[in-house]
């Protein structure tokens, strides 16, 4: 099994900045994708960010210029820089990677959501 933990969720006043990581753990062989979710109250689960094996990004575009998503693949791990922030960004962040446990065998797998609150 693969278990994703993240870290660095919390409240913030806006303009400021937060770091959210997600590590994972358990049999890996190698993790494709790696991305960052939102889910607000209310509203549907968006894609915020996306980086590949290659390191190719993709950002939604209400994150464009605030948020920088990168990858630590000794360690596992994604992150996600997040500056300037709104109070529009106020949601559960979760990561989301797909994995191969074996060669040619993915699959997805989610963090537990970090509370990311910007409010003055």
């Known amino acids: 099994q693969v278990q994703l933990v993240e870290s660095g969720g919390g409240l913030v006043q806006p303009g400021e900045s937060l770091r959210l990581s997600c590590a994972a753990s358990?049999?890996?062989?190698?993790?494709?994708?790696m991305r960052w979710y939102r889910q607000a109250p209310g509203i549907e689960r968006e894609l915020v960010a996306g980086i590949t094996s290659g390191d190719s990004t993709n950002y939604a575009d209400s994150v464009k210029g605030r948020f920088t998503i990168s990858r630590d693949n000794a360690k596992n791990t994604v992150y996600l820089q997040m500056n300037s922030l709104k109070a529009g960004d106020t949601a559960v962040y979760y990561c989301?990677?797909?994995?191969?446990?074996?060669?040619?065998?993915?699959?997805?797998?989610w963090g537990q959501g970090t509370q990311v609150t910007v409010s003055s």
């Open positions: 358990g049999r890996i062989f190698s993790i494709n994708a």
């Open positions: 989301n990677m797909i994995v191969e446990r074996t060669p040619g065998y993915e699959f997805q797998y």
